[in-house]
């Protein structure tokens, strides 16, 4: 199971920390990502950590966004500086086992003056 | 970077209609493609993976082909609760989905 929180409502500019705490299974021995939905449109992946540590950004998110894991807690974050109006939407974390086969619910980012 | 392109985008069909989604990528992605369906309000459910392995539990009206760079997710007749978004995925590096198919009932 994993389940999502730390979204909110922020200004452009401002950062934000994404949470996803899994149960069942270990986050340092699984490939996670994160995928995002804006209100009405499709799946964008964002960012993906494997199990032996690698990481990668959808070009939309390099630079701006860091995926990490902390074993301790058995949790996978995503820290977002420089949030935009278009990073706004749905967040999900997922595992990835063959194709992401564990989602989260989701948690919700509003990007807006 | 690889694009993954789907079609149609939108399709109506009675049910009991065999139904064919075709997803496209700009380059070969040798057998790394997944496929999801998304219903209204929920949350994205992994159909198959490894292009025609259906994953535990899904209905084995859904199967799925293709190599390279050609893919299909056939719905061999289509049930009332099929009305969804389908998206396929290329789920290597760059991890990339494609824009989505709106499955309706006529």
């Given amino acids: 199971q994993l389940v999502e929180s730390g979204g909110g409502l922020v200004q452009p500019g401002w950062s934000l920390r994404l949470s996803c705490a899994a149960s069942g299974f270990s986050v340092t021995n699984s490939d996670l990502s994160w995928v995002r939905q804006a209100p009405g449109k499709g799946l964008e992946w964002v960012s993906v950590i494997l199990g032996g540590g690698d990481t990668y950004y959808a070009d939309s998110v390099k630079g701006r966004f860091t995926i990490s894991r902390d074993s301790s807690q058995n949790t996978l974050y995503l820290q977002m500086n420089s949030l935009r109006d278009d990073d706004s939407g749905v967040y999900y974390c997922a595992r990835e086992f063959g194709g992401l086969d564990v989602w989260g619910q989701g948690t919700t980012v509003t990007v807006s003056s | ?106």
């Fill in chain 2, 1 to 106: 970077d690889i694009q993954m392109t789907q079609s149609p985008s939108f399709l109506s069909a009675s049910v009991g209609d065999r139904v064919t989604i075709t997803c496209r990528a700009s380059q070969d992605i040798t057998n790394y493609l997944a496929w999801y369906q998304q219903k209204p309000g929920k949350v994205p459910k992994l159909l198959m993976y490894v292009v025609s392995t259906l994953q535990s539990g899904v209905p084995s009206r859904f199967s799925g082909s293709g190599s390279g760079t050609d893919f299909t997710l056939t719905i061999s007749s289509l049930q009332p609760e099929d009305v969804a978004t389908y998206y396929c995925q290329h789920y290597n590096n760059p991890r990339t989905f494609g824009q989505g198919t709106k499955v309706e009932i006529k």
